[in-house]
Protein backbone atom coordinates (compact mmCIF):
# COMPACT_ATOMS: atom_id res chain seq x y z
CA UNK A 1 0.00 0.00 0.00
CA UNK A 2 0.97 3.39 -1.44
CA UNK A 3 1.82 5.82 1.75
CA UNK A 4 2.87 9.49 1.40
CA UNK A 5 4.34 11.81 4.74
CA UNK A 6 4.79 14.84 5.35
CA UNK A 7 7.71 16.37 7.45
CA UNK A 8 8.77 19.64 8.04
CA UNK A 9 8.93 22.97 10.32
CA UNK A 10 5.14 24.01 11.95
CA UNK A 11 5.86 27.41 12.10
CA UNK A 12 7.87 29.58 9.84
CA UNK A 13 8.73 33.05 10.65
CA UNK A 14 7.54 35.96 7.85
CA UNK A 15 9.39 36.54 4.68
CA UNK A 16 11.51 33.13 5.70
CA UNK A 17 11.45 30.10 3.04
CA UNK A 18 8.72 27.33 3.83
CA UNK A 19 10.35 23.80 3.40
CA UNK A 20 8.60 20.53 3.03
CA UNK A 21 9.69 17.00 2.38
CA UNK A 22 7.23 14.38 1.20
CA UNK A 23 8.88 10.58 1.82
CA UNK A 24 6.93 8.10 -0.37
CA UNK A 25 7.03 4.44 0.72
CA UNK A 26 5.40 0.76 -0.35
CA UNK A 27 5.67 2.28 -4.10
CA UNK A 28 8.39 4.01 -6.19
CA UNK A 29 8.65 7.50 -6.96
CA UNK A 30 10.60 7.09 -10.51
CA UNK A 31 7.25 6.10 -12.23
CA UNK A 32 6.27 7.40 -15.70
CA UNK A 33 2.49 7.20 -14.47
CA UNK A 34 2.18 9.93 -12.04
CA UNK A 35 3.35 13.31 -11.28
CA UNK A 36 3.88 14.52 -7.20
CA UNK A 37 1.81 17.45 -6.72
CA UNK A 38 1.91 19.61 -3.60
CA UNK A 39 -1.75 21.08 -2.64
CA UNK A 40 -2.46 23.04 0.24
CA UNK A 41 -5.48 24.11 2.29
CA UNK A 42 -5.66 27.43 4.65
CA UNK A 43 -7.88 26.82 8.03
CA UNK A 44 -11.52 26.65 6.64
CA UNK A 45 -10.83 27.30 3.29
CA UNK A 46 -10.66 25.26 -0.19
CA UNK A 47 -8.34 23.34 -2.01
CA UNK A 48 -5.17 24.92 -3.88
CA UNK A 49 -2.78 23.55 -6.20
CA UNK A 50 0.49 24.59 -5.41
CA UNK A 51 2.69 22.96 -8.36
CA UNK A 52 3.77 18.97 -9.01
CA UNK A 53 6.92 17.15 -10.31
CA UNK A 54 7.70 14.15 -12.44
CA UNK A 55 10.09 11.86 -11.51
CA UNK A 56 12.54 13.10 -14.67
CA UNK A 57 12.29 17.00 -12.86
CA UNK A 58 9.76 18.14 -14.62
CA UNK A 59 7.84 20.72 -13.24
CA UNK A 60 4.42 22.78 -13.20
CA UNK A 61 3.44 25.36 -11.07
CA UNK A 62 0.67 27.62 -9.90
CA UNK A 63 0.96 30.77 -11.82
CA UNK A 64 0.11 33.07 -8.67
CA UNK A 65 2.57 30.65 -6.67
CA UNK A 66 5.29 30.33 -9.37
CA UNK A 67 7.84 33.07 -8.53
CA UNK A 68 8.08 31.63 -5.06
CA UNK A 69 8.33 28.21 -5.49
CA UNK A 70 10.26 25.22 -5.85
CA UNK A 71 9.34 21.62 -6.60
CA UNK A 72 12.30 19.13 -6.54
CA UNK A 73 12.87 15.23 -6.76
CA UNK A 74 15.49 12.84 -5.02
CA UNK A 75 14.59 9.53 -6.83
CA UNK A 76 17.11 7.32 -4.40
CA UNK A 77 15.51 8.62 -1.16
CA UNK A 78 12.26 8.27 -2.48
CA UNK A 79 11.89 11.89 -1.70
CA UNK A 80 9.32 15.01 -2.81
CA UNK A 81 10.67 18.58 -1.49
CA UNK A 82 8.46 22.02 -1.64
CA UNK A 83 10.60 25.15 -0.97
CA UNK A 84 7.78 28.51 -0.68
CA UNK A 85 9.94 31.50 -0.31
CA UNK A 86 9.02 34.65 1.08
CA UNK A 87 6.14 33.49 3.13
CA UNK A 88 3.48 35.64 4.90
CA UNK A 89 0.96 34.71 7.08
CA UNK A 90 -1.40 34.02 3.99
CA UNK A 91 0.82 31.06 3.67
CA UNK A 92 -0.65 29.23 6.77
CA UNK A 93 -2.01 26.17 5.24
CA UNK A 94 -2.56 22.45 5.70
CA UNK A 95 0.24 21.30 3.15
CA UNK A 96 -0.58 18.01 1.33
CA UNK A 97 1.51 16.13 -1.29
CA UNK A 98 -0.07 13.61 -3.82
CA UNK A 99 0.28 11.26 -6.24
CA UNK A 100 -1.31 12.81 -9.84
CA UNK A 101 -2.46 11.04 -12.69
CA UNK A 102 -1.24 12.05 -15.62
CA UNK A 103 -3.03 15.70 -17.25
CA UNK A 104 -3.55 15.98 -13.45
CA UNK A 105 -6.61 13.75 -14.20
CA UNK A 106 -6.86 12.85 -10.29
CA UNK A 107 -4.99 12.47 -7.46
CA UNK A 108 -5.34 8.67 -5.89
CA UNK A 109 -3.21 9.02 -2.81
CA UNK A 110 -2.65 11.53 -0.35
CA UNK A 111 -0.45 12.01 2.71
CA UNK A 112 -2.12 12.78 6.09
CA UNK A 113 -1.20 16.75 5.57
CA UNK A 114 0.60 18.98 7.48
CA UNK A 115 0.10 22.57 9.44
CA UNK A 116 2.33 25.09 8.55
CA UNK A 117 2.05 28.87 10.79
CA UNK A 118 3.59 31.58 9.81
CA UNK A 119 3.95 33.73 12.76
CA UNK A 120 6.88 35.51 14.26
CA UNK B 1 -6.19 31.09 -13.10
CA UNK B 2 -9.15 31.04 -11.89
CA UNK B 3 -11.11 28.48 -9.81
CA UNK B 4 -14.24 26.28 -10.58
CA UNK B 5 -17.20 27.51 -9.50
CA UNK B 6 -19.15 25.25 -7.20
CA UNK B 7 -22.48 26.05 -4.91
CA UNK B 8 -21.28 26.79 -1.28
CA UNK B 9 -23.66 23.79 -0.21
CA UNK B 10 -26.02 21.50 -0.77
CA UNK B 11 -28.09 19.00 1.29
CA UNK B 12 -30.61 16.12 1.09
CA UNK B 13 -32.13 13.96 3.26
CA UNK B 14 -31.03 9.99 3.67
CA UNK B 15 -31.96 8.12 0.43
CA UNK B 16 -32.50 11.40 -1.73
CA UNK B 17 -30.09 12.32 -4.52
CA UNK B 18 -28.02 15.17 -4.91
CA UNK B 19 -26.41 17.11 -7.88
CA UNK B 20 -23.00 18.84 -7.26
CA UNK B 21 -22.02 21.43 -9.99
CA UNK B 22 -18.63 22.17 -11.01
CA UNK B 23 -18.62 25.20 -13.69
CA UNK B 24 -15.57 26.46 -15.61
CA UNK B 25 -14.61 27.48 -19.09
CA UNK B 26 -13.89 25.42 -22.73
CA UNK B 27 -10.04 26.18 -21.23
CA UNK B 28 -10.67 23.71 -18.45
CA UNK B 29 -13.91 21.37 -17.62
CA UNK B 30 -14.84 22.26 -21.24
CA UNK B 31 -12.04 21.18 -23.33
CA UNK B 32 -11.22 18.10 -21.82
CA UNK B 33 -11.70 15.26 -19.85
CA UNK B 34 -10.22 15.37 -16.97
CA UNK B 35 -12.18 16.08 -14.22
CA UNK B 36 -11.99 14.66 -10.89
CA UNK B 37 -13.79 14.85 -7.54
CA UNK B 38 -12.41 14.88 -4.34
CA UNK B 39 -14.48 14.01 -0.65
CA UNK B 40 -12.91 15.44 2.39
CA UNK B 41 -14.19 15.06 5.74
CA UNK B 42 -12.87 17.36 8.83
CA UNK B 43 -9.65 16.75 9.91
CA UNK B 44 -8.94 14.26 6.98
CA UNK B 45 -7.15 14.39 3.55
CA UNK B 46 -9.21 14.50 0.49
CA UNK B 47 -10.24 11.19 -1.27
CA UNK B 48 -10.93 10.65 -4.70
CA UNK B 49 -14.53 9.74 -5.72
CA UNK B 50 -14.04 10.08 -9.53
CA UNK B 51 -11.81 10.85 -12.17
CA UNK B 52 -11.48 11.28 -16.00
CA UNK B 53 -15.07 12.86 -15.54
CA UNK B 54 -16.58 9.74 -15.01
CA UNK B 55 -14.85 7.07 -13.79
CA UNK B 56 -14.39 5.55 -9.58
CA UNK B 57 -11.32 4.38 -8.36
CA UNK B 58 -12.25 0.94 -6.94
CA UNK B 59 -13.29 1.25 -3.11
CA UNK B 60 -15.70 4.06 -4.01
CA UNK B 61 -19.38 3.24 -3.89
CA UNK B 62 -21.14 2.95 -7.14
CA UNK B 63 -23.84 5.46 -5.46
CA UNK B 64 -21.42 8.48 -6.64
CA UNK B 65 -20.77 9.41 -10.21
CA UNK B 66 -19.82 11.86 -12.32
CA UNK B 67 -21.06 13.48 -15.87
CA UNK B 68 -20.15 16.28 -17.98
CA UNK B 69 -22.03 18.20 -20.48
CA UNK B 70 -19.96 21.57 -21.77
CA UNK B 71 -18.29 23.57 -19.21
CA UNK B 72 -19.92 22.20 -16.56
CA UNK B 73 -19.34 18.75 -14.31
CA UNK B 74 -21.30 16.91 -12.32
CA UNK B 75 -21.20 15.27 -9.03
CA UNK B 76 -24.21 12.79 -8.46
CA UNK B 77 -24.75 10.95 -5.10
CA UNK B 78 -27.77 8.63 -4.94
CA UNK B 79 -29.33 6.70 -1.84
CA UNK B 80 -27.47 9.51 0.23
CA UNK B 81 -26.52 8.26 3.66
CA UNK B 82 -25.33 9.88 6.42
CA UNK B 83 -21.48 9.04 5.96
CA UNK B 84 -21.74 11.02 2.74
CA UNK B 85 -21.58 14.77 4.45
CA UNK B 86 -18.56 16.35 3.95
CA UNK B 87 -17.32 18.56 1.65
CA UNK B 88 -16.78 17.85 -2.25
CA UNK B 89 -14.13 19.41 -4.33
CA UNK B 90 -13.70 19.35 -8.33
CA UNK B 91 -11.16 20.14 -10.43
CA UNK B 92 -9.79 20.16 -13.80
CA UNK B 93 -7.07 19.93 -15.95
CA UNK B 94 -6.25 23.00 -17.69
CA UNK B 95 -5.18 24.59 -20.99
CA UNK B 96 -1.96 26.09 -19.63
CA UNK B 97 -0.65 22.39 -18.24
CA UNK B 98 -1.88 23.41 -14.54
CA UNK B 99 -3.89 22.16 -12.63
CA UNK B 100 -7.09 24.22 -10.69
CA UNK B 101 -9.96 23.09 -8.28
CA UNK B 102 -13.21 24.57 -7.53
CA UNK B 103 -14.02 26.35 -4.13
CA UNK B 104 -15.83 22.96 -2.36
CA UNK B 105 -19.07 22.34 -1.81
CA UNK B 106 -20.88 21.70 1.98
CA UNK B 107 -22.94 18.32 1.72
CA UNK B 108 -25.20 18.13 4.89
CA UNK B 109 -27.55 15.09 5.03
CA UNK B 110 -30.57 16.31 6.76
Known amino acids: QLQLQESGPGLVQPSETLSLTCTVS??????????WGWVRQPPGKGLEWIGS???????YYNPSLKSRVTISIDTSKNQVSLKLASVTAADTAIYYC????????????WGQGTLVTVSS | QSALTQPASVSGSPGQSITISCTGTSSDVGGYNYVSWYQQHPGKAPKLMIY???KRPSGVSNRFSGSKSGNTASLTISGLQAEDEADYYC??????????FGGGTKLTVL
Open chain 2, 52 to 54: DVT
Open chain 1, 53 to 59: IFYTGGT
Open chain 2, 91 to 100: SSHTSSSTWV
Open chain 1, 98 to 109: ARVFLWFAGADY
Open chain 1, 26 to 35: GGSISSSSYY
